[in-house]
């Protein structure tokens, strides 16, 4: 992370304390709900953040961009106060500093708190309820819908048909009435009526109407975010506290599960929301694009939020004192305007198809952009043509490894990109790792290195073993195999009973190990009881590097549904050396978790990369498809579904970029890598699915069937999808991990 980038999260965190002290002591929880309808207090918190400054955000990048503009909103849901800051927001980015007469007038009343903006975008509004203000010369008609603090409101701004001017209406009577309409059950909004309003025509002098429009749903989806977030925050804490059968309800899966599939979800809004607005400040074209999606998704999942934190709750959560009811409505009223997930899902779906443009890249920083345009330049000589179409005719079972690509890239270095320069690697930075796993994914490369391996030897590794294994693995020249499960430990790995018994100068193994993928590898990382009176049983564990073409050992290759294989290996007095153990004696249990949690960070991106892949052969199979006669990418349960998965991605990829910047910081918490591995197993199981739901059953058809689509990729993607789900660490286990490392539930 740069010093810049650290000293501005170091000014918003100032800022998020600043505006929370500020809502707490002026609009405290007692008087939240009341004080909705009261043109009184709202005028008076109004002034209140105009004394803050928090009015004249927008105006000068000086006084802070959408970065701080998304903390403020944050923090007025959480407030449950529905002050319209987002709607002076535009106000300021569609006027400006420069504004001159009217416009000048409006926007130094509109800082000093003295005037209260609310918008109407008329037609274009996205929700044909919202209502239409017609104006004609100097006099405004028509009708404001769903108007937040409408009842406080001293002006309508009204971007006109056109969409490049304004109209400033003043909300005065009586040419304006202000008709109180309580929505999701709680009075505060305010339907507008005007008969002849004085209106003030303006230029739209910064930005176009359109982006306005974008703005001002991230700014109520940020609110939204804040209020199920403080919801949310507030069930955890029930849970910990609350007791049935005699214990804390935080303590029973099913509901640790729940509330860890809340916490992926506010995850999910607030990195997309907050990587659309960070895109915007910065001037990046793509900013529209992340926009939908962040709206897209966020809707649905600050929905499921809210639902989820009553289900936690039980029947304290729905009486009117406590603060669930409020941020319930919240959510709902700002999710579900200005046209909601499906204007968002359409602009998504007219991204692809309409506009025939495939997922935008992320950018990675002047480092990351170069490697990935030099892993593409290599791939593109050293992947293409016939080498990489004879692999791809392989069954996918010859598919899994290739020798001679894996020793071609071993002398690039880049199979040690991340290790420490000591080991011979190019100390690289977690970013730089993404793009080239990234370049990798998209020329259909075949798997190198041993990165587990690799870290614990070089974690735990004496200097002999890191001499002779690493620079096999740097190379390219050896794969190491993990011999974890057993039948009777998968998941439970402190129940495994292969044994390592030291004799003499060595160790023989004996025991059995199932369900190992790489067991053609030159070596097997391995994990031994060598203790079996420890308590714990995880503390008699150690960690053995086995060369596999020692005698004693027998592999039984099975095949597996995703038409790849895996083996029943057995370990019958196979004795090795004294330094095959990586580590201390029974310390193994360190090696294997340690090498684990640092790799596992990286386990969701590599995933979502995936689905991005298949997502944009997807979308270009769909744009060249017909379906009666009908261009497939005109039918509209394709373009929502699409769209769905596309917002989806959006956040899968967050979630690597968020692990990858906070192992750059350090290191990523176990429970923020188990988040990312979980929401994008299981996304590539529904994509999975989807893409067999749009394609219809020749897309079922398998690699050499005739007529299959793509040699079967998109079926063999969906049976390929499960093993990500259960392999390092199955899902179920990661929510475990962090509803308690995460949430801190009980145990």
């Known amino acids: 992370m740069n010093p810049a980038s650290q000293s501005g999260r170091e000014e918003r965190e100032l800022l998020r304390d600043s505006v929370r002290g500020f809502l707490a002591q002026h609009w405290p929880p007692t008087r939240a709900v009341a004080d909705h309808a009261n043109a009184d207090a709202l005028g008076a918190i109004w002034r209140g953040l105009a004394g803050q400054g928090l009015t004249a955000l927008g105006s000068d990048a000086e006084l802070g961009g959408m970065a701080e503009v998304l903390v403020v909103m944050e923090e007025l849901g959480r407030a449950a106060c529905p002050a319209p800051l987002a709607d002076a927001v535009l106000a300021n980015l569609a006027l400006g500093t420069a504004a001159t007469g009217s416009a000048r007038n409006f926007i130094a009343a509109l800082h000093a708190g003295k005037a209260m903006p609310v918008w109407s975008f008329g037609a274009a509004d996205g929700d044909p309820n919202a209502g239409v203000i017609a104006v004609h010369g100097a006099a405004a008609n028509g009708t404001l819908r769903f108007a937040d603090a409408g009842s406080a409101a001293t002006h309508v701004l009204v971007l006109l048909p056109e969409g490049d001017a304004l109209a400033l209406v003043a909300c005065a009577a009586p040419a304006c009435t202000a008709l109180p309409a309580r929505a999701m059950g709680m009075a505060g909004q305010a339907e507008l009526q005007f008969a002849d309003a004085q209106a003030v025509s303006l230029p739209l002098a910064r930005i176009a109407g359109h982006d306005l429009h974008r703005l001002r749903r991230l700014c109520l989806m940020a609110r939204a975010h804040g209020a199920a977030r403080r919801a949310f925050e507030m069930a955890v804490e029930y849970a910990k506290e609350r007791h049935q059968f005699g214990k804390p309800i935080g303590s029973f899966q099913a509901v640790q599960h729940k509330l860890v599939n809340c916490l992926i979800g506010l995850e999910g809004v607030r990195l997309t929301v907050q990587n659309a607005l960070a895109l915007y400040d910065r001037r990046s074209g793509d900013w529209r694009y992340f926009a939908s999606a962040a709206v897209a998704f966020g809707g649905p999942a600050l929905r499921g939020v809210s639902l989820e934190t009553h289900h936690a709750f039980g029947a304290i959560g729905y009486a009117e004192e406590h603060e669930a009811p409020r941020h319930f409505r919240r959510v709902h009223l700002d999710t579900l305007t200005m046209g ?408």
Request: a negative charge.
């Open 340 to 747: 909601g997930v499906h204007r968002a899902r359409e602009e998504l779906a007219a991204h692809f198809f309409d506009e025939g443009r495939d997922l935008p890249r992320h950018d990675l920083g002047e480092a990351g952009n170069a490697l990935r345009d030099e892993v593409a330049t290599w791939l593109a000589t050293h992947w293409s043509g016939e080498r990489k179409a004879a692999f791809d005719a392989r069954e996918f079972h010859d598919r899994e490894f290739d020798p001679d690509f894996a020793r071609d890239i071993g002398k690039t270095g880049w199979i040690g990109l991340m290790w420490p320069r000591k080991h011979g690697g190019q100390a690289r930075t977690p970013i730089e790792q993404i793009a080239f796993m990234e370049e990798m994914e998209r020329a259909e490369a075949p798997r190198i290195g041993a990165s587990v391996q690799a870290t614990a030897l070089m974690l735990f590794g004496t200097p002999t073993q890191q001499a002779k294994y690493l620079p096999e693995i740097l190379a390219g020249e050896a794969m190491h195999g993990m011999g974890y499960s057993e039948p009777d430990a998968g998941s439970d790995l402190a129940s495994l009973k292969t044994s390592a018994v030291r004799e003499g100068d060595g160790w023989v193994i004996n025991g059995q190990k199932i369900w190992t993928t790489t067991w053609w590898g030159r070596y097997m990382f391995l994990a031994a009881r060598t203790n079996r009176a420890a308590s714990p049983p995880h503390a008699g564990i150690s960690m053995f590097i086995v060369p596999m073409e020692s005698p004693g050992i027998q592999v039984k290759p099975a095949a597996t549904m995703y038409d790849g294989s895996f083996s029943n290996i057995f370990y019958d007095n196979v004795r090795v050396p004294a330094d095959a153990l990586i580590g201390e004696v029974d310390g193994g249990w360190k090696v294997l978790t340690s090498a684990l949690a640092t790799e596992r960070g990286l386990v969701g991106g590599g995933i979502v990369l995936k689905v991005a892949h298949a997502f944009g052969q997807l979308c270009r199979l769909i744009r060249g498809s017909e379906r009666a006669g009908r261009p497939l990418h005109e039918d509209a349960l394709v373009r929502d579904r699409v769209a769905q998965f596309a917002a989806d991605i959006e956040v899968g990829r967050q979630l690597m970029m968020h692990c990858a910047d906070l192992a750059g910081s350090g290191a990523t918490p176990p429970e923020m890598g188990a988040i990312s591995k979980v929401f994008s197993g299981e996304l590539m199981e529904r994509f999975g699915e989807g893409a067999l739901e749009i394609l219809g059953q020749a897309a079922t058809l398998s690699q050499g069937a005739p007529g299959a689509i793509q040699s079967g990729r998109f079926e063999q993607n969906l049976r390929h999808s499960l093993m990500w789900v259960i392999s390092i660490g199955t899902n179920e286990i990661q929510r475990s991990l962090i509803a308690q490392r995460g949430l801190g539930l009980p145990r």
